[in-house]
């Protein structure tokens, strides 16, 4: 990001990578001026304004696809997974679907961050749930990005 004299000399800006309930504690404990969630709060003590509305798909390599299925009992069931480190929506979501299909989750790896999550997949390790933009990142053929119907927390 290039500097800007208009900040002036003596500011820093700095980005760290939170989850939203640490995000959110921050921001009631003064630790944080502002902060991006991925999901609408209900906080009274802080001012919110939606940035937009994040779709997610299911990422999964080529090389651990199973073929189609309408249901999508017959994706979940076996694949090695990764996952954010939080037990955010999507985690519950598919840990909902899984559970509704009678599958079986093998969560291999869990990650503080999408880019960790994203390099695990492009390398062909586990699947895993990202925001659908990530689908401009991966190289073409890799990867197919999967649209479900749990997925839309």
Avoid: H
Avoid at 76 to 96: E, H, K, M, V, Y
Avoid at 135 to 150: E, Q, S
């Amino acid at each position: 990001m290039p500097a800007s004299d208009s900040l002036g000399k003596n500011v820093t800006l700095a980005f760290e990578n939170l989850q939203n309930e640490d995000i959110l504690s921050s921001l009631k404990n003064g630790l944080l001026d502002f902060g991006v969630l991925s999901r609408a709060i209900d906080e009274p003590r802080i001012a919110s304004v939606p940035l937009g509305r994040l779709e997610f798909r299911l990422f999964i390599p080529e090389n651990l696809w199973k073929g189609d299925s309408k249901d999508g009992a017959s994706i979940l069931d076996g694949l090695p997974w990764a996952q954010l480190s939080n037990t955010g929506a999507i985690a519950r979501a598919l840990a909902a679907e899984a559970k509704r299909k009678r599958c079986r989750l093998k969560i291999r790896y869990r990650f503080s961050s999408y880019p960790q999550l994203a390099k695990a997949i492009m390398n062909g390790q586990v699947a895993g749930v990202m925001p659908a933009l990530a689908v401009a990142n991966m190289p073409p053929g890799t990867v197919r990005a999967l649209t479900l119907p749990f997925l839309s927390v």
